[in-house]
Every structure is written in C-alpha cells, then in structure tokens.
C-alpha cells in the first residue's frame, strides 16, 4: 500500500506486473555495430597482407641481386700463350649483322685432352668449312687437360663476333674474353668433345646466339 503526498492520507493499491526492465538494443543498433565490427576485422586483414607481402617482396629482390653478383662474379679462364693478360672482361654480345664469313676468320686449334691428333683432325674439319686455320697443336700448360666440357673458344674485343661463329660449331662450347687486339680465335678441345655440328646444326646455333634477348622486366633485371 503507498500513501502519496498530497493525497491527504488516501490509499492507494498498485496492482498488475508491469515494471521497468533494460532491454536488449534494437536491432538497428546491432547491425551497425556488427558491420563496424567486420570492417574492422577486414581492415587489419589487409594491412597483415601488404606488410607480408612487402616482405617477401624484399626477400626476393634481395635474392635477385644476390643471383646478379655470383653471374657477374664468374672467373675467365686463361688465354693463350703470347696473347696480352687477360682483360677479365665475359664474351660481349654480338650483333648478328657483324659475324664475319668462315674465310674471314683465323682460328689457332688446340687440343687440351689427352687423345692424339685431336687438334689436327679438327682443324681439317673447321678448314673444309671455310676457316683460315692458323696455330695447330697441344693446349698451353694453363689449359692442359683443365677443359671439361667440349670445348674453350677464347677471342678478344675485336674477335668477339667470330668467337661467336667458331663456338657455334660444336656444342656446349664456353666463350671467354682476353685482351688481345686482334681478331683471331682460339679453339682450345676439352675432354668431352667428340665432333664438331654438322652446318645445319651450326646453322641453327648461330642463329640462337646472335638473336636479340628479350628486353627483362624491371623487377628482373640485374
């Protein structure tokens, strides 16, 4: 029973179940937040993507130039005796329209194996294609059974092209640079030479070493 003020000592009964209660928030309110909530969640997703990718991007050009160093690193092989010291310098590439005739091209044959007449009998094959054969004999002490694949073609600055020509004869021939002025070759035998190409083959090798390389892309270049 409650006795208001005012009521001049009046009773009054409050009857029925109805009373104040917190209830849930609408639901307009929870969707809203349930969307803030997802964005949210969407967003540090995509900023843990970019900061992973960012890092292996890293690793990768990292790798990259770690590959460029070991290619720009790799040792030349010695030159012939009476040519200069070598210039450290790899084979420069080769602009098909400058390799010369066969006929134009002097090449000194030498056989750094341990199989006789090797360097004679190859050097009548080069001379029935057209090659002026100069030097025939043994490989220099510095080259002596220290060829392991076919073959060493070694050329200086002004022979570069006509390296490349006496080095499409035979496959898995090594290119290498000195510092001599002139433009003769030399084709030095290494253990695992058998026969030179027939010239359809050499041929086709010549046409895939003089053509242009494909331009790289700047996340692959060196």
């Known amino acids: 029973m409650l006795t208001p003020q005012g009521l001049k000592g009046k009773q009054y009964r409050v009857t029925g179940n ?10 307009k309110s929870r969707k809203v937040i349930a969307a803030l909530a997802a964005l949210l969640a969407l967003a540090l997703i995509g900023l843990g993507g970019v900061q ?8 990768d050009r990292n790798a990259s130039a770690q590959a460029c160093a070991d290619q720009s690193g790799k040792p030349l092989a010695a ?3 009476g040519a200069p010291a ?11 329209h ?24 190859t050097a009548d094959e080069l001379k029935k294609r057209g090659f002026v054969i100069g030097k025939v004999g043994n490989a220099p002490a510095e080259l ?14 002004t ?5 490349t020509l006496v080095s499409s004869q035979i496959a898995g021939a090594t290119i290498t640079s000195d510092a001599r002025t002139d433009a003769s070759v030399d084709f030095v035998i290494g253990d695992s030479y ?7 083959q050499a041929a086709a090798a010549l046409a895939l070493a003089t053509k242009p390389s494909p331009t790289p892309s700047a996340s692959g270049s060196c």
């Open 79 to 81: 030159p012939t005796p």
């Open 144 to 157: 002596d059974k220290k060829v392991p694949g076919t073959a060493q073609v070694i050329a200086g600055p």
């Open 194 to 200: 058998n026969a030179l190409l027939d010239e359809n």
């Open 18 to 27: 109805a009373y104040p209660r917190l209830g849930r928030p609408p639901k």
């Open 159 to 163: 022979g570069a092209a006509a390296g």
């Open 98 to 121: 400058a390799v010369p005739a066969p006929t134009a091209v002097t090449v000194n044959v030498y056989n750094a194996t341990t199989k006789a007449g090797l360097a004679g009998r």
């Open 86 to 96: 070598a210039s450290g310098a790899p084979a420069a590439a080769v602009d098909p």
């Open 52 to 59: 992973l990718y960012d890092i292996f991007r890293g690793k």
